[in-house]
């Protein structure tokens, strides 16, 4: 008999585990084979291997990388996480160089489960506070 996960703990290990230390072997464990992401910005990645390529490219910029769960609103198979993402900017991001600035924004997560593991997730990130911080936001520009 296979044990259900719930949404939360899946949420939890995704974040602490995979994005925080990293660890990526954990994605092989919580990610579905076919599992679907979409960030904020850029195409949709596929599978495990599809996601770290995502990881190693936003770590890459922001070395120290963390994501802060503020909460978790879960129902069934599904889940909303609330977040706080940090980092310093020492690489190339969203097409910027490196400006060294610890940038911070936040961010709403969609995850869908199976009760094993995560099969799909959305990630709308606040964009314009991170094109703000580095210096290429305009606030008054809205279109």
Same mark, same amino acid.
């Given at each position: 008999?296979?044990?259900?996960i719930? %949404?939360?703990?899946?949420i939890? =290990?995704?974040y602490h $585990?995979?994005?925080?230390? %990293?660890?990526?072997?954990?994605?092989? +464990?919580?990610?579905?084979?076919d599992? /679907?992401f /979409?960030?904020?910005?850029?195409? $949709?990645? /596929?599978?495990?291997?599809g996601? &770290?390529?995502?990881? =190693?490219?936003?770590?890459?910029a922001?070395p120290?990388?963390i994501?802060?769960?503020?909460?978790?609103?879960?129902?069934?198979?599904?889940?909303?996480a /609330?977040? +706080?993402?940090?980092?310093?900017?020492d690489?190339?991001?969203y +097409?910027?160089?490196?400006t060294?600035?610890?940038?911070t924004?936040?961010?709403?997560?969609?995850?869908?489960?199976? !009760?094993?593991?995560?099969?799909?997730l959305?990630? &709308? !990130?606040?964009?314009?506070?991170?094109k703000?911080?580095?210096?290429? !936001?305009? %606030?008054?520009?809205?279109g």
């Amino acid at each position: 008999m296979t044990m259900t996960i719930t %949404p939360t703990q899946l949420i939890e =290990r995704f974040y602490h $585990e995979l994005w925080n230390k %990293p660890d990526e072997a954990v994605a092989f +464990e919580i990610l579905h084979a076919d599992f /679907r992401f /979409r960030g904020s910005l850029g195409p $949709e990645r /596929r599978g495990p291997e599809g996601f &770290l390529d995502y990881l =190693r490219s936003v770590r890459d910029a922001l070395p120290d990388f963390i994501c802060i769960i503020q909460d978790i609103v879960s129902e069934n198979r599904q889940a909303v996480a /609330r977040m +706080e993402f940090v980092g310093t900017h020492d690489g190339v991001f969203y +097409e910027m160089f490196p400006t060294h600035k610890k940038i911070t924004w936040a961010g709403a997560a969609f995850f869908k489960t199976d !009760g094993a593991q995560i099969t799909e997730l959305w990630v &709308l !990130g606040d964009i314009d506070a991170i094109k703000q911080q580095l210096g290429t !936001g305009d %606030p008054t520009n809205f279109g």
